[in-house]
């Protein structure tokens, strides 16, 4: 009798939490696709696609996930995640996000500026000395010299300019800055290259030296690396904290993302296996050398699971709002998926413009895209690919650790053809 007593308050907490939509754990809920206006039929698409994928041995494996507010339809795991040991995948298996990071560290901006610590058009030098006064790579005419054979490409001719205006945090969102985004830069970057012991406070100062590819704001062009981890550094200075531990406490920690790192987990059993596919066969590769756990790179240093990275997407899908905690203002999302540097840019692609550290489908027929106009989201090199469609409240995410051409679009365009009728204005776990 005393038992019951003890239990019975328990389970009408655990009642009152569902029924007033309080999260009993981090996860996000799971509910059965039609729930959320999805047709299950049509939602084996994406199984069928990615088996068709590791059929062709085009990549080893991978893990899928598809959400609409807030509620996770389909989490499936694909193929392997080892070859050589012929370990099945698995759903919670953490891979390199590589570029899925910028989002992150582009919420990490937001947040900053929300505070009053940034500014979208803050000069990069208010933050990082070294980047004021930058210089401008002009290409120098004729004839490139010829590289030594199976050596780095040969220096590019250029000469310098004054930048015309400053860089600023905007242009770096935006990909807009110019900052190492092409051959001169990208070659001139390599004489300053970071070493094993540099970290972002020892490296970026030392970056300022590096000539802009074109003058801020004249085009687009993607900064692989070294524009984000610049904004990593504006972070670390701004709030007074290095970038991991704003992160783990500002995002990770609070979100539930327990696998999210900088650290590389060497060891761990649910770290899948890196490969490349060179001459038809899929050969393994081992992890970026910045990928130390003493540089944390803001281009692409984390390491995630479908799942942790799921209650990032969901936070940004829901107003930036998730577990009991405001991350963002409604308007900083909002802000964040606008269109900053348009398809009319130089370097953009008609459809697809750019946002604060995220593409924006502007014109999904442009596009040749199933996703809502406004969808937004990013990839990652390695074959990690998310988005955001606000419109349908679905969030989509595809991990694999293989670039594979073309599976990224099949992906979005399996999940949009499933979606078949309107989902539940209540969301479960994230009001």
């Given at each position: 009798m005393q038992k019951r007593l003890m239990v019975k308050p328990l389970v009408l907490l655990a009642l009152c939490a569902v029924m007033l939509g309080w999260p009993l754990t981090a996860a996000a809920p799971t509910a059965r696709p039609e729930e959320v206006g999805f047709?299950?039929?049509?939602?084996?698409?994406?199984?069928?696609?990615?088996?068709?994928?590791?059929?062709?041995?085009?990549?080893?494996?991978?893990v899928t996930l598809v959400a609409r507010n807030g509620r996770i339809a389909h989490l499936e795991a694909h193929g392997l995640m080892d070859l050589e040991s012929r370990k099945p995948m698995?759903?919670?298996?953490?891979?390199?996000?590589?570029?899925?990071?910028?989002?992150?560290?582009?919420?990490?901006?937001?947040?900053?500026?929300?505070?009053?610590?940034?500014?979208?058009?803050?000069?990069?030098?208010?933050?990082?000395?070294?980047?004021?006064?930058?210089?401008?790579?002009?290409?120098?005419?004729?004839?490139?010299?010829?590289?030594?054979?199976g050596g780095p490409p040969a220096a590019p001719r250029f000469y310098t300019v004054p930048a015309e205006r400053e860089v600023t945090v905007r242009d770096v969102l935006t990909h807009t800055s110019g900052i190492v985004s092409g051959t001169i830069s990208n070659s001139e970057e390599r004489k300053v290259s970071a070493t094993p012991t540099d970290s972002l406070a020892t490296y970026l100062p030392r970056l300022g030296q590096v000539p802009l590819e074109f003058q801020p704001g004249s085009r687009w062009a993607y900064s692989a690396g070294a524009g984000f981890d610049v904004l990593s550094r504006v972070v670390e200075v701004a709030s007074g904290m290095p970038i991991d531990r704003f992160m783990k406490e500002r995002l990770f920690d609070p979100l539930g993302m327990k696998d999210t790192t900088y650290i590389p987990p060497k060891g761990n059993p649910?770290?899948?296996?890196?490969?490349?596919?060179?001459?038809?066969?899929?050969?393994?590769?081992?992890?970026?050398?910045?990928?130390?756990?003493?540089?944390?790179?803001?281009?692409?240093?984390?390491?995630?699971?479908?799942?942790?990275?799921?209650?990032?997407?969901?936070?940004?899908?829901?107003?930036?709002?998730?577990?009991?905690?405001?991350?963002?203002?409604p308007r900083a999302v909002e802000l964040m998926g606008s269109v900053f540097a348009p398809d009319t840019l130089p370097g953009?692609?008609?459809?697809?413009?750019?946002?604060?550290s995220v593409r924006v489908v502007n014109d999904p027929v442009a596009r040749?895209?199933?996703?809502?106009?406004?969808?937004?989201?990013?990839?990652?090199?390695?074959?990690?690919?998310?988005?955001?469609?606000?419109?349908?409240k679905v969030v989509g995410i595809l991990m694999a650790q293989t670039s594979v051409p073309g599976i990224r679009e099949d992906f979005e365009n399996a999940v949009a053809q499933a979606v078949v009728g309107p989902s539940p204005a209540t969301v479960a776990g994230t009001n």
């Open positions: 047709s299950a039929e049509r939602l084996k698409r994406v199984t069928e696609l990615m088996q068709r994928h590791v059929d062709a041995k085009a990549m080893s494996g991978a698995q759903k919670d298996a953490i891979f390199r996000i590589m570029s899925m990071t910028k989002p992150m560290v582009g919420v990490a901006v937001l947040m900053m500026m929300e505070e009053g610590k940034v500014r979208l058009n803050d000069p990069i030098s208010r933050f990082i000395p070294e980047y004021k006064d930058l210089k401008v790579g002009v290409p120098q005419g004729g004839p490139a010299p010829a590289g030594r054979a649910r770290l899948t296996r890196l490969y490349s596919r060179t001459s038809g066969e899929l050969r393994p590769q081992n992890d970026p050398g910045f990928m130390n756990g003493v540089y944390m790179s803001g281009g692409g240093g984390l390491f995630s699971t479908a799942e942790d990275y799921a209650q990032f997407a969901l936070m940004l899908a829901n107003g930036g709002q998730m577990n009991g905690t405001r991350f963002l203002s953009r692609s008609r459809g697809e413009s750019f946002g604060l040749n895209s199933f996703l809502s106009e406004g969808s937004f989201g990013w990839s990652g090199l390695f074959g990690t690919h998310f988005w955001v469609d606000p419109k349908e």
